[in-house]
């Protein structure tokens, strides 16, 4: 499996656009991206994922770099509501599950 | 609201009892998954059914097991419980293909005494 590295923690000010960095240097061509929150735990919730274009949906923006090694979730205008733990997870080709990591704790401040 | 329900939203219950975790699927979701999280582990996925068939196994104690019914519903059945087995217990279900998103639902939190 590849594996992901994310910063166990950053904080945001409101209203500005948090960027969450994640590494995956061995990622393999036919693996996707995808991006998960935890709110306070509720159920995990489906954020985005990409292949290798970036990904645009209502809720947040996926870059990924073009050697596929690294990617950033972009939350535009972060609010209160948006602090949760945020997991980056590869997913392995032919393998349904997700493999969660320990993920990023984004808090949003006021 | 992802449209997975779980119930019961709590159990406690004491060592070496046995307990049942149901899941509802989303509407027209064949595949369902479980998952553990406890504060030690993380999440961790179980298993996974699609259409009442095993599909995947994870990280799954041979004390705990699962099932699918024909109406999609799944059963997580967790026996001779231990202090260790206390955690959030998650379903989640997605639709066929294996990139389609997973939607959970709210968890069972189990706690063992």
């Known amino acids: 499996d590849a594996k992901t590295t994310q910063p166990p923690s950053m904080d945001c000010a409101e209203g500005r656009a948090a960027n969450l960095p994640c590494n995956h240097s061995t990622i393999s061509g036919n693996e996707y991206v995808y991006w998960y929150r935890q709110i306070h735990s509720q159920g995990p919730q489906y954020i985005i994922h990409g292949l290798k274009n970036n990904e645009t949906n209502e809720m947040a923006s996926l870059i990924i770099t073009e050697d596929r090694k690294s990617s950033t979730l972009i939350l535009p205008h972060a609010t209160l509501r948006d602090t949760a733990v945020y997991y980056c997870?590869?997913?392995?080709?032919?393998?349904?599950?997700?493999?969660f990591g320990a993920g990023t704790t984004v808090t949003v401040r006021a | 609201d992802s449209g997975v329900t779980q119930t019961p939203k709590h159990l406690i219950t004491a060592t070496g009892q046995r307990v049942t975790l149901r899941c509802s699927p989303r509407?027209?979701?064949?595949?369902v998954y479980w998952y553990q999280q406890s504060l030690d582990q993380g999440l961790q996925f179980l298993i996974q059914y699609y259409n009442g068939e095993e599909r995947a196994k994870g990280n799954i104690l041979e004390r705990f097991s699962a099932q699918q019914f024909p109406d999609l519903h799944s059963e997580l059945n967790l026996s001779s419980l231990e202090l260790g087995d206390s955690a959030l217990y998650f379903c989640a279900s997605s639709s066929s293909g294996p990139y389609n998103e997973q939607f959970f639902g709210p968890g069972t939190r189990l706690t063992v005494l």
């Open positions: 509407s027209g979701d064949l595949s």
């Open positions: 997870i590869v997913r392995v080709a032919n393998d349904y599950k997700l493999s």
